[in-house]
């Protein structure tokens, strides 16, 4: 579907309030003014707009909520926002990553001269075997689950040494307690065949301008939201941080107020609509009374956390990688990544900082572990990886995310649609984003969700509920890029 900017209304028009001023609540609030709504309001929680896509300073060296690359995957029309509002702040640079399997390096995204080269021939023959003897494996048994359809498709050798380990760190439950669906998202090459044609695809005369390449804003990931920021707030958007939301009131089937607090006190507000891109399991919380079986629903389904590591090193380069990826259980973190590669910055001088992914629930041992004692962990994980710092460490400090992943386990689709199915049988509410939709996505999808909502809002700010149908099952088809 497309999404072409109009006009709808004129002037005021309805009054629209935007919860969550991540990607999505963003993206909302510039398509919303661009198509000339005029009584728009965003309420954020944090003091800062940009939600997990955002950026911050950590002595000097601008850092991301782990890594982050816009994907050259977004839809057209959301890439040539993007490229319109950043101009000649969006770096088109080559990926240049490292995963470890089987104990060696091997650049990723995997490069087929590069794999034949590096990879233990023991591990690289296994590989070819599984490809060969696909059509005569036995299919698993008993109900599909992550585990079954990787195994089925991409077969034993690196559905246990690469994708059983990781998702065990990543969400913390065996790949068999997973559900299908996170396969669909997150695998992209489902066969050997597949991962191969992708190889293939990065060869010098076989590629395409992006492939192998990732879209980066010179000044950080969240310089995207900035950008949109911005543009929203100099069309008349309203944006109200560090606002907690107390309640909204429903009437009947329709929600009509809500109810917020800030450092002025308490305020009341009627709305014709609301668009919420806040955690779907928060937002049932916050609206008056849901059914029973929404509540239980809403309690059960489950969000991982993350902790993110920023050990500030004083060099001015650790490695020449943007990323390094550890599926190996022997570390707890998922990724490190370099933010000054991202963006090739050389400035600022003799410092670098290097961010470590740590997969992890509040209430686990390492969310209440000081940043001191984090920091000479991660440390030690490098040093047992075979990157050991021998530079002096200036200091770690950390950024937790209660809200990192939507956790796919085998029950979490019944419990999605109760609560989904719910939410979406209210007038005056429209929900969408990562956290509303429980959509495990890149930001570019989260522009897209955004997109197609205020596509299906007319000049009252009434929705047509046939066409947002029709753009939830293309949200469904959304895969991740990593
Ligand atoms: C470790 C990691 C790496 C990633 N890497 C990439 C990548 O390389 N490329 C990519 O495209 N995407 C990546 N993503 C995904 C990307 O971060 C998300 O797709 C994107 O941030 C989703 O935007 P959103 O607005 O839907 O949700 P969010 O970014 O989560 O924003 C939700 C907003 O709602 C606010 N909020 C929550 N509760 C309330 C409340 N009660 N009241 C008011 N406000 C509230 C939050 O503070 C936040 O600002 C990554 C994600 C993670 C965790």
């Known amino acids: 579907m497309t999404h072409e900017p109009d006009s709808k209304t004129a002037g005021d028009g309805p009054r629209i309030i935007i919860l969550g001023a991540g990607p999505a609540g963003l993206a909302a609030a510039h398509a919303l003014s661009r198509a000339g709504y005029g009584r728009i309001s965003v309420v954020e929680r944090a003091p800062v707009a940009g939600g997990n896509s955002g950026s911050f300073e950590v002595e000097g060296v601008t850092c991301d909520f782990g890594s982050h690359r816009f994907h050259p995957a977004a839809e ?3 890439m040539a926002d993007v490229k319109a509002l950043l101009g000649d702040d969006l770096l088109l640079r080559p990926r240049h990553g490292r995963i470890r399997l089987g104990g060696r390096w091997i650049h990723f995204p995997l490069k087929l001269g590069d794999a034949m080269l590096r990879l233990p021939k023991g591990f690289a023959a296994s590989l070819i075997a599984d490809s060969a003897l696909k059509p005569l494996r036995r299919k698993t048994n008993g109900p599909r689950s992550f585990s079954s359809v990787l195994y089925d498709g991409l077969g034993p050798t690196i559905s246990e040494s690469f994708y059983f380990p990781y ?14 669906t996170l396969a669909e998202r997150r695998v992209s090459s489902g066969s050997v065949g597949k991962i191969l044609m992708k190889m293939l695809r990065l060869l010098p005369g076989l590629r395409n301008e992006t492939a192998g390449r990732f879209y980066y804003p010179r000044g950080g990931f969240g310089q995207v939201s900035q950008a949109m920021l911005d543009r929203a707030r100099e069309t008349g958007v309203e944006f109200r941080f560090e606002t907690e939301i107390t309640r909204l009131e429903r009437d009947g089937e329709r929600i009509t107020a809500i109810h917020t607090r800030d450092g002025a006190g308490e305020r009341r507000e009627e709305a014709d609509l ?8 928060a937002l049932t919380r916050l609206i008056d009374t849901p059914p029973q079986d929404v509540t239980e629903a809403a309690r059960a389904i489950r969000f991982r956390g993350m902790i993110l590591l920023y050990l500030v090193l004083e060099t001015d380069r650790f490695t020449e990688f943007d990323a390094h990826y550890f599926p190996e259980p022997s570390v707890p973190i998922s990724r490190m990544s370099e933010p000054k590669n991202y963006s090739a910055a050389t400035e600022p001088r003799g410092v670098t900082v290097l961010c470590a992914e740590l997969p992890c629930d509040p209430g686990e041992p390492w969310w209440e572990m000081p940043d001191e004692e984090l920091g000479e962990r991660f440390q030690g994980w490098l040093g047992d990886l075979g990157l050991p710092v021998t530079v002096p460490v200036r200091r770690c400090e950390t950024r937790r995310l209660g809200y990192a992943y939507p956790v796919y386990d085998l029950d979490y689709q019944d419990r999605f649609a109760k609560i989904d199915d719910w939410l979406l049988g209210l007038d005056g509410l429209l929900v969408f984003g990562r956290q509303g939709l429980f959509a495990h996505d890149n930001t570019h999808h989260a522009f897209a969700m955004a997109y197609g909502a205020v596509d299906c809002i007319d000049g009252e700010g009434r929705v047509d509920r046939a066409k947002w149908d029709r753009y939830r099952a293309e949200f469904a088809t959304h895969t991740v890029e990593d």
């Open 76 to 78: 057209p029309a959301v």
């Open 167 to 180: 998702v065990r760190k990543l969400w913390g439950l065996d790949p068999d307690k997973l559900a299908v």
């Open 274 to 281: 609301i668009l919420s891109t806040i955690p779907l399991t």
